[in-house]
C-alpha cells in the first residue's frame, strides 16, 4: 500500500510542479500591487494633465479679456463709441430726451437711399427739440449714420418727407465725403487708435480735445464754400436720374433762403452751411428766388 502511494506521488508530482515558497507568494502579490498602481498613477498623470490644460486655457481667457479691457478701438469702431458719448454730455442742449411720435421719417428716407442706388446703410435719425442746430450728419461706424433733425425747423419750414429725405442726404453726402473727421480727427488722438494703453498711462485728454472740435465745427466753424459747392453739385448729380426730387430740392433751397433771411433764430444757419441763395445760383436757379 506504501509502495502505491509512493509511485502516485512520485508519478503525480511532476506534472503539478514544485509548491510556491511563501517568498514567492509574496513576491506575485508585490508585483501585481505595482502594476495597479502604475496604472492608477497613470490615470490620475492624465487627469492631472487633463485639469492642467483646462486651466491653461481659462487663464489664457482671462488674459486676453484684460488685454482687450485695455485696447483702443480701431478707427472703424471709435467713432460710434465718440458721437453717442458726445450726444449724452449734450442732451440738456440738444433736447433730444422727449416723448414724440415716429414721424415715419427712417422708412422714407431709406427707400430714398435705395433710389439713390445706396444699399446696405444703416442709420439712426435723432429728433431734437431745439434750433440751435437744424441738422447735422455725425460720424458712426462703417456704413452707418446718426443724423440730428430739429423739430422746430421741421416744422417752421413745413418740410415734407420729401424734403426732409433730401436734406438728410445733403448731410449724408457731407459725411461721405469726410469733412467733418478729417477737421476733428487730431494727430494724437489717431495715434491711440487701434492699440492698448496697458503699459502704459491713457491720454483721456486727446480724446477731449476730438469732443471740442465736435463742438467747434457743429456749433461754431461749419462747412466753407468750396465744400458746400462740392456737395451741392453732387447732390444735384444725383437728383438728375430723378427730375421730381430735383424739382424738390430747388424748391427746399429756396424754403430755407427765405428762412435765414426773415427770421433772425435762424440767421446763423448760413455759418454752418454757406448760403442757400449760392447754392440756387452755382444750380442755375437763383432768378426764381
Same mark, same amino acid.
Given at each position: ?12 508530482? /511532476?506534472?503539478? *510542479? ?14 501585481? #500591487?505595482?502594476?495597479?498602481?502604475? %496604472?492608477?498613477?497613470? &490615470? %490620475? ?9 483646462? !486651466?491653461?486655457?481659462?487663464? #489664457? ?11 483702443? /478701438?480701431?478707427? +472703424? ?28 421719417? $427712417? ?6 437711399? +435705395? ?10 435719425? %435723432? ?7 437744424? $441738422? ?12 440730428? !433733425?430739429?423739430? /422746430? ?5 413745413? %418740410?415734407?418727407? &420729401?424734403?426732409?429725405?433730401? !436734406? ?25 487708435? *487701434? ?15 476730438? $469732443? &471740442? ?12 464754400? &468750396? ?11 444725383? !437728383?438728375? *436720374? ?31 452751411? /454757406? ?15
Amino acid at each position: 500500500m506504501r509502495l502505491i502511494f509512493f509511485i502516485t506521488a512520485l508519478l503525480f508530482t /511532476p506534472l503539478f *510542479g514544485k509548491e510556491k515558497t511563501v517568498d514567492e507568494k509574496k513576491a506575485e502579490l508585490l508585483d501585481f #500591487k505595482s502594476i495597479k498602481n502604475i %496604472l492608477k498613477n497613470d &490615470q %490620475l498623470e492624465k487627469v492631472v494633465n487633463a485639469k492642467k490644460k483646462a !486651466l491653461s486655457r481659462v487663464v #489664457k481667457k482671462r488674459v486676453v479679456k484684460i488685454e482687450k479691457s485695455y485696447a483702443i /478701438p480701431s478707427e +472703424e469702431e471709435i467713432w460710434n463709441f465718440l458721437t453717442e458719448y458726445w450726444l449724452v454730455l449734450n442732451v440738456q442742449k440738444l433736447k433730444w430726451d422727449f416723448k414724440k411720435p415716429d414721424y415715419g421719417i $427712417h422708412k422714407h428716407f431709406e427707400s430714398f437711399l +435705395e433710389k439713390m442706388s445706396f444699399l446696405e446703410k444703416r442709420f439712426k435719425i %435723432l429728433i431734437i427739440d431745439t434750433p440751435l442746430i437744424t $441738422h447735422f450728419s455725425l460720424p458712426a461706424n462703417k456704413n452707418e449714420y446718426i443724423f440730428l !433733425l430739429s423739430l /422746430p425747423f421741421m416744422r417752421t419750414l413745413d %418740410l415734407t418727407k &420729401q424734403e426732409i429725405s433730401i !436734406l438728410l442726404f445733403e448731410d449724408f453726402i457731407r459725411m461721405n465725403k469726410g469733412y467733418f473727421k478729417e477737421f476733428v480727427s487730431l494727430k494724437d488722438f489717431k495715434s491711440h487708435l *487701434g492699440k492698448t494703453f496697458k503699459k502704459g498711462k491713457f491720454k483721456k485728454q486727446d480724446f477731449i480735445k476730438v $469732443h &471740442q472740435r465736435y463742438n467747434q465745427f457743429i456749433f461754431k466753424k461749419g462747412f466753407n464754400f &468750396q465744400q458746400q459747392f462740392d456737395v451741392t453739385k453732387e447732390v444735384n448729380n444725383y !437728383l438728375k *436720374g430723378h427730375p421730381e426730387y430735383q424739382s424738390i430740392y430747388f424748391k427746399l433751397l429756396r424754403k430755407i433762403n427765405y428762412l435765414v433771411r426773415n427770421k433772425k433764430s435762424y440767421s446763423s444757419y448760413v455759418n454752418i452751411y /454757406p448760403s442757400p441763395e449760392l447754392q440756387l445760383n452755382w444750380l442755375g436757379r437763383g432768378k426764381k428766388l
